[in-house]
């Protein structure tokens, strides 16, 4: 008879997200985990079957966390003001707590760029391309823009929200605000 787990999942893995976030993948071992978490490795291993399963449902609860923001930016009509306030939005949190920084799917992102790993990189395709997606939208709503136009500030907005999430990890508050706004001077 299987034993009945000691331990909430949706906290031990918001636990994970915080501490994957902060470390990294690579850098956080499974002593790490079983630390932060409160439970044993065989539970790990149980629950997740590994540290790379802890970590998917680690990036998918982080996902699901800031689904708030996408839907608020996903449901505004705004245009260019609400790819700002999304920018804004999207780092606000990394000014309450100095031990997590930047975006954790843009760390991913990062951390795995040079690595093979399929699952890995299909979660950080789709978050990337609904992203564009979005940028499309909300660029199209000027209507004096040419579709050529549009993509190619899409394009640069991504890459901006990369450097906003790199920088939200080490700048201040203050200069990110400035990134922010200067970022949007050019649109």
């Known amino acids: ?37 409160g439970i044993n490795k065989f539970s790990i291993y149980a629950s997740f079957g590994n540290k790379h399963g802890l970590f998917l449902e680690s990036i998918k609860y982080y996902k699901a966390q800031i689904n708030t923001i996408f839907k608020k930016f996903e449901e505004s009509n705004n245009g260019i003001e609400d790819i700002k306030k999304f920018f804004s939005d999207s780092v606000s ?11 954790l799917v843009t760390n991913t992102y990062n951390e795995f760029s040079e690595n093979d790993d ?9 978050f990337m391309d609904n992203l564009k997606k979005l940028f ?9 823009k ?3 136009t549009i993509l190619k500030q899409a394009n640069f907005l991504l ?3 990369h450097g906003l999430a790199a920088a939200a990890r080490v ?9 922010i706004e200067m970022t949007f001077k050019s649109l």
């Open 1 to 37: 008879m299987a034993r009945k787990k000691q331990y909430n999942e949706t906290e031990v893995v918001e636990k994970a997200m915080n501490l994957f976030w902060k470390n990294g993948y690579e850098t956080t071992s499974m002593q790490m985990l079983e630390k932060e978490m």
């Open 93 to 103: 949190s990394n000014f309450k707590d100095d031990n997590i920084k930047g975006c």
């Open 118 to 126: 399929p699952i890995i990189k299909k979660h950080m395709a789709e």
């Open 136 to 144: 499309i939208e909300k660029l199209r709503m000027d209507t004096s």
């Open 146 to 148: 040419s579709e050529e």
């Open 159 to 161: 890459l901006a929200k």
């Open 171 to 179: 700048n201040s508050k203050k200069e990110i605000e400035d990134y």
